[in-house]
C-alpha cells in the first residue's frame, strides 16, 4: 500500500507541472496577394497571417526571402516554409498572376509646328527624332528600285518642265504661274514607300516617270528637267541624271533657275541597305542620314501631303509590310483575330482626329481602333487620346501589347 501511494503521488506531481506548461497552439497562417497591374510587371505582393506556433517565427521563400511578407513579384508561383521554435512548420504555394495584355499610355511629340519625324517601334518605343527641315528629297535605296520622294510635309514643291535636253533653256520664265500648276506628289496610299513624287506618271518597265530603263547599261536615265521650289520658297531646276545599278547610285544636277550655282552629285545608296531611303538636301548640298534602320522602326508621326483630301495633315505612317487594321468599335475591345489587315502605309493617317471650329482645337475620334501586326507577329491595339496641335504637336495615345 505503501509503494502504491508513493506511485499515486508522483503520477499526481507529473501531471501538475504538466498542466503548469503553456500550451501551444497548432501554428497555421493565411495570405493575401496582390497580383501584378500589367504585363511583365514587378509590382505584385504577398502578405501573410501567422496564428499559433511558439517564436521566433521564421519564414523560407521559394525566391530566397526569409521576411514574413514579400514585395516586388512577378508572375508566378512562390512556396513559403513557415516554422516556430516548437520545430511545427506548415508549407504552402501561393500563385501571383498577371493581365494576358499590357496597357500603356504613350505620349509622344513631333514638336511645335509639327517640325520632327518620330519614327517609332512598338516593342520598345521611340527610335529617333530628326528635323523634318533637314531634307528636300530622298531615294528608296533597293538596288532594283528607282524611287525619288519629295519632303512633302515641309511643303516640297516638284514639277516637270521640259525634256532633259533643253536643261539650259530651263529658266526663270517657267516659274511664270507655277503656283498654280499642279505639282507632283508622293503617293501614300499604296503598300510601300516606293511611289514617291518623281515617279508619277511612271507607265510600267521601261518607264519609271523620271527616267527610262537602258536595257545596254541596265541604268534609268534621266529624260526630264524639274523645278523644285523649296522650304523657303525659292525655286531651282534639278535633274536626275541616271540610276547607277552597278554601285547603287543616283546621279543628280540642280542649279538656280537661272543656271548659276550649279551641282553636281552622286547620292550613294550602297552603304546604306539597312534604311528604306537616304535622304539629301539641296539645300545644304549633302546627304543626310535621317531614318533609322528599317528593321528598328514600325510607324512614323509626322506630316504629309494627304491627295485624297487635298492638303498637308499630321498623322501616322507605317513601315512597309506593318499590317495595320482600322476598326470603328468598343475601344475596350481585344478582338484583334477578327480584324481585316492591311499593308498600306497611311491606313493608320490622319483621320483619327477632327478640327473644331467650335472649340478652335482638334477633336479625338472616339471609338476608333487600331490593331497593328509588327514583323515580328507581334500584336497591338492603338487607341488615340489626345491630339493638342501645332502649338506643341503632342500626341497621346493607349498602347495595348498582347
Not at 519625324?117 to 528636300?136: H, N, P, Q
Not at 520622294?149 to 516640297?156: E, K, P
Request: proline residues 2%; contains cysteine; aromatic residues 12%.
Amino acid at each position: 500500500m505503501k509503494n502504491l501511494a508513493y506511485l499515486i503521488l508522483i503520477t499526481v506531481f507529473l501531471i501538475s507541472c504538466d498542466e503548469d506548461k503553456p500550451k501551444i497552439d497548432d501554428l497555421t497562417f493565411t495570405y493575401q496577394t496582390t497580383d501584378v497591374t500589367e504585363l511583365d510587371g514587378n509590382d505584385g505582393s504577398i502578405t501573410l497571417t501567422v496564428t499559433g506556433g511558439k517564436d521566433p517565427i521564421t519564414y523560407n521563400w521559394s525566391n530566397g526571402e526569409s521576411t514574413k511578407n514579400i514585395n516586388s513579384l512577378i508572375a508566378g508561383t512562390y512556396s513559403v516554409t513557415v516554422s516556430d521554435a516548437s520545430s511545427q512548420s506548415v508549407t504552402k504555394s501561393i500563385e501571383i498572376t498577371e493581365p494576358s495584355v499590357k496597357i500603356e499610355t504613350i505620349k509622344i511629340s513631333v514638336g511645335a509646328e509639327y517640325a520632327n519625324d518620330i519614327y517609332y517601334s512598338l516593342a520598345s518605343g521611340v527610335v529617333s527624332t530628326k528635323d523634318r527641315m533637314e531634307w528636300d528629297i530622298a531615294f528608296y535605296t533597293g538596288p532594283m528600285t528607282s524611287s525619288i520622294l519629295t519632303n512633302d510635309g515641309n511643303n516640297i514643291k516638284l514639277y516637270v518642265v521640259d525634256a532633259i535636253a533643253n536643261w539650259a533653256d530651263v529658266n526663270g520664265d517657267d516659274t511664270v504661274g507655277i503656283a498654280s500648276m499642279p505639282f507632283l506628289n508622293n503617293t501614300y496610299s499604296d503598300t510601300t514607300w516606293e511611289n514617291g513624287a518623281f515617279d508619277k506618271g511612271a507607265l510600267g518597265h521601261p518607264d519609271y516617270g523620271w527616267g527610262y530603263y537602258d536595257m545596254v547599261t541596265h541604268q534609268v536615265v534621266g529624260d526630264s528637267v524639274h523645278i523644285i521650289v523649296l522650304a523657303d520658297g525659292s525655286a531651282k531646276k534639278l535633274m536626275i541624271q541616271k540610276r547607277e545599278s552597278s554601285d547603287n547610285s543616283f546621279h543628280i544636277k540642280y542649279a538656280n533657275l537661272d543656271g548659276t550655282d550649279e551641282v553636281s552629285d552622286v547620292v550613294s545608296m550602297a552603304s546604306n541597305l539597312d534604311k528604306n531611303m537616304v535622304h539629301y538636301s539641296i539645300a545644304n548640298e549633302a546627304t543626310v542620314i535621317h531614318e533609322p534602320a528599317a528593321a528598328d522602326w514600325d510607324l512614323m508621326f509626322t506630316k504629309y501631303y494627304d491627295e485624297d483630301i487635298p492638303y498637308l495633315v499630321t498623322g501616322v505612317l507605317s513601315n512597309n509590310d506593318i499590317m495595320v487594321a482600322q476598326m470603328e468599335t468598343d475601344t475596350a475591345s481585344n478582338d484583334y483575330g477578327s480584324a481585316s489587315y492591311s499593308k498600306v502605309i497611311n491606313t493608320i493617317g490622319s483621320d483619327w482626329k477632327t478640327f473644331d471650329m467650335g472649340s478652335f482645337s482638334y477633336v479625338v475620334t472616339e471609338d476608333l481602333v487600331y490593331f497593328v501586326q509588327d514583323n515580328n507577329d507581334n500584336y497591338y491595339k492603338l487607341v488615340f487620346t489626345d491630339f493638342e496641335g501645332s502649338a506643341s504637336g503632342n500626341i497621346e495615345f493607349m498602347k495595348t501589347t498582347y
